[in-house]
């Protein structure tokens, strides 16, 4: 199969962002040094990202402009017979997140008997809960399942990738509310990323649905919306996020800088949701809202 190799060099200090911004572009995950490490700066760091070969010029240089604000470089290469999704997989471990126990399918880590277990074939999907904006929507799904929730309890996850969030949240709720569980829904616009989530929810044997529909198409309302994605999405979907909470229902949003939180939560405030926790990891933040 054939990809676009991606690598980018630049200061240390944004290495993260950049990974984010390179997953977010299509690729599978990033690999710290590998063959870009001779042309990286001595004091700086580099990045190597396979993206889908039918990623156009356009999108490249939109990237590229975005690197150039973290004053990183990139540069593209078309890459031929390497299967990148496999390459990638061998460096994802198992990762805890409170109850959460995250593990490869091809992973042998034992999990322990208070775990909530999601298995994850990662393919060419994010979500494996190894990055910080993944780990702080688990946290914040176990916060919020201390509080009283809308019934039936049900939840829309925007942006699902390998589905993770949604399986998540399923098997949180279904534990003690197997009369009161409602619908679980899981949206993208990724092709790829439907099918690697299906695999899952399959693997995970959770009543789970997977669409490409819209946020605008999807019906009805959830005691719990979550969206993982860039802080720039989350400002252009601010009113159709707000339309799919319930009453007294809540919004888990990710995705977002540090230096972004403040101009995030003012634009969810001015549509009527209240904040009432913000979370760290990095230099990453989630924000949580409820809808009075």
Known sequence: MDWIKIEATGPEKNRDIIAALLISSGS?????????????????DSLTAYL????????????QKKLKTFSWKLSSSNYKDIDWSQKWRRGVKPVRVGRFFVRPSFSKAQSRAE??????DPGMAFGTGGHETTRLCLKALQVIKKLKTPKPFSLLDVGTGSGVLALGAFKLWEERRKNSLGRVIGIDNDPVALKVGRKNIALNKAKVVLSEKPLNEITG????????????????????????ISPDGFLILSGILEVEAVEVTNAFKEIGLKPFKQMK?????ALLFKKS
């Open 221 to 244: 309302k959830f005691s719990v919306v979550v969206a993982n994605i860039l802080s720039s999405t989350l400002m252009e979907l601010c009113e159709d996020l707000e339309k799919k």
């Open 28 to 44: 599978a995950g990033v690999v710290e040094g590998d063959s870009c490490r001779e042309t990286s700066p001595s004091n700086g």
């Open 281 to 285: 990891s990095g230099e990453w933040v």
């Open 52 to 63: 889908p070969v039918t990623t156009t010029q356009k999108e490249i240089q939109g990237l």
């Open 115 to 120: 775990d909530i277990l999601i298995e994850i």
